[in-house]
């Protein structure tokens, strides 16, 4: 298969339309200038760099010459014996990716073990919300930004979409397991991989005829603008969410999780002077970065149908299953970026949910006694729960991998 599918194109094609007949951007161009200041990152302080403009210089060339040179195998097959965050650096690396894996996986100085474990069993305590607006809420913002979807779709993983989500998963688990940052954990580890991978793929990508066709003129893809835009799909639209949720969150929670994804970006090579070090800066630069450049396009449609198709499959499967989980997405990321993705209307999954979830959620909380809940409410957080076990089990059976080619087609 060259390109997205005819009904990707169809519906994206009458987004975008529908889009311009409004008057409103489409999207990807329509930057805004870049003024979120340093004074409010981790680092206080900084060049002030646009980060569209700055990509992760020492490790992308790195990457570009052990592809060149047709290392990737032997890069991959030592890396899959480092799994803990207390193992040494594999020593079969070839020695620069040795020595610059030795250097990546360094915790930050600003790093607190303390803080790291608070933001651990907030992530154990909140793992049912987490999961669920990380992997799918977090996975229909991603689809609906365009550079993104775009890049995993003709990215060498984005022709098998359970497995690349498995992989991923297996970074978002990782993060958050109550072992994340100890020495049994695994984050650091799978950062570092995804460090690597991201590298390659900026070696990579600019080769697909298919992505150097639709990147809207850029010439290196994952920048670092576009890698915060993908943080805010992660823990900045989490905890706006279970805020709106009304989850109980106490401020020393609030912070940890903040940090744990600090020292996860800094892991994933985003330079402290654009991590925001509050919240009210991670909003901020999410107004800033994330919100103009959502969008459709035909390969986000694309990858939104096939991720959905399988979640269905997974969480409940039967006649409820489709319906169900397109309810649940568009409830999860809004009308606006629901039709953008193409995600079917369900009128009556649709009411029950807005009625049920915040049930779900108080009974969860202990504000709401159990005959209260409706029960349809179970089967939804049964659906859930399979999700959650179909990708943690996934995930543990797989790795993250360097690629050394793009999507074939
Ligand atoms: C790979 C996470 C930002 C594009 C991966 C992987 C993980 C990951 C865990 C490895 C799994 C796999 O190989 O499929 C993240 C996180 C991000 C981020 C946590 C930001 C906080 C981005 C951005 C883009 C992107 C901004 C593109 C605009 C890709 C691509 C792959 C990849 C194309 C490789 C898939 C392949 O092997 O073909 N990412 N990512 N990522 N990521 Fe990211």
Redesign the pocket.
């Known amino acids: 298969m060259g390109g997205p599918s005819r009904r990707g194109l169809l519906i994206a094609g009458g987004a975008l339309g529908a889009a311009g007949a409004l008057g409103v951007s489409p999207f990807a161009q329509a930057r805004p200038a870049w003024t979120w200041s340093s004074r409010d990152s981790v680092a206080g302080s900084g060049g002030g760099t646009d980060p569209q403009w700055v990509w992760d210089e020492e490790v992308d060339a790195l990457l570009a010459s052990v592809v060149r040179r047709g290392d990737v195998p032997r890069v991959n097959r030592a890396l899959r014996s480092w799994t803990r965050n207390d193992q040494p650096t594999p020593g079969d690396l070839p020695a620069d990716v040795r020595d610059f894996v030795e250097r990546a996986r360094r915790l930050p100085g600003w790093a607190d073990q303390g803080r790291l474990d608070a933001a651990a069993r907030f992530n154990v305590t909140r793992g049912f919300y987490l999961n669920l607006l990380n992997g799918v809420g977090g996975g229909m913002l991603s689809t609906a930004i365009p ?2 979807a775009r ?2 779709y003709y ?4 022709a098998d979409m359970e497995d ?1 989500v498995a ?2 998963s ?2 978002g688990f990782a993060v958050g397991d109550l072992d994340a940052y100890r020495p049994s954990g695994s984050i650091v580890v ?1 950062a570092v991989k ?1 460090r690597l ?2 590298a390659a ?1 900026r070696h990579l ?1 600019p080769q697909s005829p298919g992505w150097a066709e639709t990147s809207g003129g850029q010439r290196i ?2 920048s670092q603008a ?2 915060l ?3 805010h799909t ?1 823990p900045t639209y989490a905890m706006r969410t279970m805020l709106e949720w009304r989850v109980p969150i106490t401020a020393a929670e609030s912070a940890a999780y903040l940090h744990v994804w600090q020292v996860t ?1 800094h892991l ?1 090579g985003v330079p402290d002077e654009y991590l925001p070090a509050s919240w009210d800066a991670a909003h901020a630069q999410s107004r800033q970065l994330l919100d103009p450049v959502l969008g459709p396009t035909a390969e986000g449609v694309h990858l939104t149908d096939v991720l959905l198709g399988q979640l269905a499959e997974q969480t409940s499967p039967g006649s409820v299953g489709r319906p169900l989980v397109d309810a649940l997405a568009r409830y999860l990321v809004g009308d606006r970026i629901a039709d953008w993705n193409g995600i079917a209307r369900q009128p009556l999954w649709e009411t029950t949910l807005a009625s049920a979830w915040p049930k779900l959620v108080a009974f969860r909380e202990n504000l709401l006694p159990l005959p209260l809940v409706p029960p349809v409410a179970w089967t939804i957080d049964e659906a859930l729960r399979r999700y959650i076990m179909f990708y943690l089990t996934k995930g543990r059976e797989t790795h ?2 360097i ?1 050394e080619t793009n999507r074939p087609s």
């Open positions: 550079r993104e890049a995993v990215s060498k993983g984005g690349r992989k991923t297996r970074l799978e995804t991978v991201h793929v990508l893809p994952i576009d890698v835009v993908t943080w992660l970006a994933l993250i991998e690629p």
